[in-house]
């Protein structure tokens, strides 16, 4: 849980001021917890204190780490981020501040002791945020300007009605636009298309002095690569240029299931080295980690019974998941081309299935199993993940040392495992974001749900894995990561360290933003 701080003398409790202020309806009675000049300014009515607003940006889908911030901003619009984080940067004693989408971090990435968590999701409210707006350029082609706020369901529903869509995708689409380009945003499309921040144009961005820089590759190019993959750490999004393509009507969903690791990666990285294929991600099958889980419901109850008996015998059995998508045009021939696709791959006979399903369906395959937790009561528990990218190289140890030897011995995994493999040259390494430095490497997903009490079992043995992995000399890289001390990150951010530090120093030198990634204020 974090530490909480004492509250900075930017932040002096100001109780009968405001009070009084509220009798006379100049303030309303819930801004009793900010600076007393930040209460002069227009912005003060959309700064809440109220239990239900402070109870909301102290949390996160993780449900481990808690911060209570003095207050939480609902901007009615993006001038109204710009003032808050101007205001901070000139006070004498900075506040910080951290920017929430969705609330989908699982280790207080969005939040800030003691400071000023930006609900984005408000800027919906006032409509006047980027929102969503679809054009041509003769150069680009067809994008789509999107405010950081939007969620990506939302996007790929506003894209849909021109006939197209972004072209890399997360497994899950309520996440915010502002969120995943922070982070990477990676999924099985990650292999063709790179991830979602190798797939932006251009940006708007308010940086730690609270300044508004519009950038891309050609303008304001070191903010550009900066923010991208760069944890909040240099500025605010609010608003992203997304590519856009035609849009399929239909995928061809296929998975195969597997024994043998070895003949389970190699054709992994056969798929992702062809063209063909639009989506390759792989997983574990164990008793612990069933055929259907929330991700997807997608093997019949015979079908599972069938696998059940498999991995009984096997321990782990590994699933390759592939998407081929299509329209009316290419309808006739798309099981002939995944036919042509799937020679000489090693799954075992009998255990190949396949599924049609509509593009939008596929996309947002994970949505009918968060709604079903959530009718149970079971999605709002905590979520010790553990995210990794390891090199291609060391994959089969990792396998025997992890897989094997850890989480299928203990028994304790709750969730979905993900194990599927990325090509280095759809990634930029001019951007803040950090993978294995070999042609291909492998992410590695331990999606763990647990009980209130629970998730401490589940985090030592993510500690295991680590320890583990540095024990032997297994180089992997925390994706979403998660450290304690300022030698954990230089390592993790290892050659690109120096450079992280310069770009902070230049876009947000007194150190205001995403407290919460424990970055530049470890302990």
């Not at 021109?162 to 099985?188: E, F, K, Q, R």
């Not at 994959?395 to 850890?406: K, P, R």
């Not at 930029?428 to 490497?441: L, N, Y």
Request: contains cysteine.
């Amino acid at each position: 849980m974090a530490k909480l701080c004492p509250i900075p003398t930017c932040f002096i409790v100001l109780f009968i001021i405001s009070r009084l202020m509220s009798i006379t309806g100049t303030l309303s009675p819930w801004a009793s917890s900010v600076p007393i000049e930040l209460l002069k300014l227009d912005i003060a009515p959309r700064l809440h204190t109220d239990g239900q607003a402070i109870n909301l940006a102290s949390t996160d889908y993780g449900r481990i780490v808690q911060a209570i911030p003095a207050a939480v901003l609902h901007p009615s619009s993006i001038d109204d981020i710009v003032t808050l984080l101007k205001f901070s940067y000139n006070c004498s004693d900075p506040f910080r501040v951290a920017v929430r989408g969705h609330g989908h971090s699982v280790r207080g990435q969005a939040m800030a002791d003691n400071g000023v968590v930006v609900d984005m999701t408000s800027l919906n409210d006032y409509n006047n945020g980027t929102g969503i707006r679809v054009s041509r350029n003769p150069s680009l082609g067809f994008y789509a300007d999107v405010g950081g706020e939007q969620l990506w369901i939302d996007v790929l529903h506003a894209t849909l009605e021109h006939g197209l869509a972004p072209v890399s995708w997360t497994d899950y689409l309520y996440l915010s636009v502002g969120g995943t380009l922070s982070n990477a945003g990676i999924s099985g499309q990650s292999f063709r298309h790179g991830p979602q921040i190798s797939n932006v144009f251009e940006m708007d961005v308010i940086t730690g002095k609270g300044e508004f820089v519009t950038c891309s590759k050609h303008t304001n190019n070191d903010l550009f690569y900066a923010v991208l993959g760069g944890l909040g750490q240099f500025g605010i999004i609010t608003r992203a240029r997304i590519a856009l393509d035609k849009a399929p009507n239909r995928a061809k969903w296929v998975r195969m299931l597997y024994h043998d690791f070895s003949a389970f990666t190699r054709d992994q990285e056969h798929l992702i080295s062809i063209n063909g294929l639009d989506y390759v991600e792989g997983s574990l099958i164990m008793q612990q980690s069933p055929p259907n889980n929330w991700r997807s419901s997608f093997f019949s109850l015979s079908d599972q019974s069938r696998i059940a008996s498999l991995s009984t015998k096997h321990g782990i059995i590994y699933c390759l998941e592939v998407v081929k998508y299509y329209d009316d045009l290419t309808v006739d021939n798309i099981d002939e081309e995944l036919q042509v696709l799937f020679k000489g791959l090693s799954f075992l006979s009998g255990f190949i299935f396949k599924r049609d399903v509509s593009y939008v369906d596929f996309l947002n395959r994970v949505r009918s199993g968060e709604l079903k937790l959530q009718s149970k009561g079971l999605w709002e528990v905590p979520h010790p993940w553990l995210n990794l990218f390891v090199p291609k190289s060391r994959i089969m140890d990792f396998n025997e040392g992890v897989f094997v030897d850890i989480i299928n011995k203990q028994n304790k995994t709750t969730g979905p495992i993900l194990v599927y493999p990325l090509n280095r040259n759809k990634w930029d390494d001019r951007m803040s974001a950090v993978i294995p430095d070999e042609d291909t490497s492998y992410s590695i997903g331990l999606l763990h749900s647990s009980g209130d009490n629970g998730w401490e079992d589940l985090d030592e043995q993510n500690n295991e894995i680590l320890q583990f992995c540095d024990k032997v000399g297994i180089k992997a890289k925390q994706y979403l990561p998660h450290y304690r001390t300022k030698e954990e990150w230089m390592n993790h951010f290892g050659s690109k360290w120096d450079i992280f530090q310069e770009r902070k120093a230049q876009f947000d030198p007194k150190m205001i933003l995403s407290p919460g990634q424990r970055i530049f204020n470890s302990v």
